[in-house]
């Protein structure tokens, strides 16, 4: 199994999280992670976990703590850099502070947008909060014994890289590594893991992945893995490519009737042009075309950066930008 896994947990009650963490222990994660950010209704509202505990740096310490005296691995916190009207830096600092003094958490994961409780969705809540990047890079200065990895609206290797320059400990990428895997996962091995060989064509990809997916079907029970969940990562690796639509209704409907997933891609890519099938990788966005563009009073100053797109977008009234992202 690949490592580092990290498994999160998600909960208010600090007993039933310390069992939690006690009973996964034995299965080998390399960190413990607690949820801090999710803003669902059902885990905010009812569950009044998830990013609700931001509003109780108190409860998360003590949570926190638990869960580090019950597992042999670090632990971290995911977490939003705010939530509804609770949005200063000072309240995202007093919340780092209060849970780094109660417990030994060392590593946050910060999503750079506040979350909103009532009124969106979860979907919504990962789009329409703006992202304060500024908010991330201050803590990056303010604690320096802590470590922080940026979360929120990464697409490209070159923002990874720029992110690592400016002193971040990790950079998470969600849905931007599921819905453009060729043009931003395929590059991260070589870039990022020092892999010698990255992948040349989706075709080549497609072969190894066939042999890896019908290797693991069925190995945790019936259907545990199915070909439709092998098949899934797959989806939008033709993303914005001649066919790609074509190919992914073609899956659906053969996906039932094949024993295999290598059966399913024999039967489901002749409808993809063998151009696209066979083009070799583009080259990563150069760092000098993505940077985060530092102006040179940081750090010494709040900071703002923002996306091109938003740049754009933005009213006048706006704050003066000190970080600008070339997107
Ligand atoms: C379908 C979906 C499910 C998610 N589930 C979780 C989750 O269980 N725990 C969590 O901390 N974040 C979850 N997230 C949030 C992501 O971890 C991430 O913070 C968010 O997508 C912003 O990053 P991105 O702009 O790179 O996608 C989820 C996101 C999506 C799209």
Not at 24 to 37: P, R, T
Not at 90 to 103: H, K, N, P
Not at 136 to 165: C, Y
Not at 295 to 302: E, F, L, S
Request: net charge negative; charged share 20%; with cysteine.
């Amino acid at each position: 199994m690949q490592h580092p896994i990290v498994l999160q947990v998600g909960g208010s009650d600090v007993p039933t999280l310390a069992k939690a963490t006690r009973l996964a222990n034995a299965y080998g994660y390399d960190e413990i992670n607690l949820n801090c950010g999710c803003p669902s209704d059902k885990v905010a509202g009812h569950g009044c976990f998830g990013a609700r505990l931001m509003l109780d740096p108190k409860l998360v310490g003590h949570a926190m703590a638990a869960i580090a005296e019950n597992c042999d691995v670090p632990v971290s916190v995911k977490c939003r850099i705010g939530v509804d009207d609770a949005e200063s830096y000072d309240e995202l600092c007093t919340f780092v502070d209060t849970v780094a003094t109660l417990s030994p958490t060392r590593h946050f994961i910060i999503h750079a947008r506040k979350a909103i409780l009532k009124g969106i969705s979860p979907e919504a809540n990962r789009k329409i909060p703006p992202l304060k990047y500024e908010y991330v890079f201050s803590l990056i200065r303010d604690f320096p014994h802590i470590k922080f990895t940026i979360n929120g609206g990464i697409v490209a290797v070159g923002q990874v890289e720029a992110a690592l320059k400016m002193g971040a400990y990790g950079v998470m990428v969600g849905r931007a590594s599921y819905n453009s895997p060729w043009s931003l996962l395929a590059h991260v091995d070589s870039e990022f893991y020092g892999v010698q060989r990255p992948a040349t064509t989706r075709n080549e990809i497609l072969n190894a992945y066939e042999e890896y997916a019908d290797s693991v079907l069925g190995k945790y029970g019936p259907g545990k893995p199915s070909i439709r969940h092998t098949v899934k990562p797959l989806l939008h690796l033709f993303h914005a490519e001649q066919g790609a639509g074509l190919w992914r209704r073609s899956v659906d409907a053969a996906v039932r009737d094949c024993a295999s997933c290598s059966e399913l891609l024999k039967r489901t890519l002749p409808v993809l042009p063998e151009d696209v099938l066979h083009s070799p990788l583009p080259p990563p966005m150069s760092s000098h075309e993505n940077p985060f563009v530092v102006a040179p009073k940081w750090p010494d100053v709040p900071l703002f950066l923002q996306t091109k797109d938003q740049q754009e977008s933005l009213a006048p009234s706006e704050p003066l930008l000190d970080l600008v992202l070339c997107a």
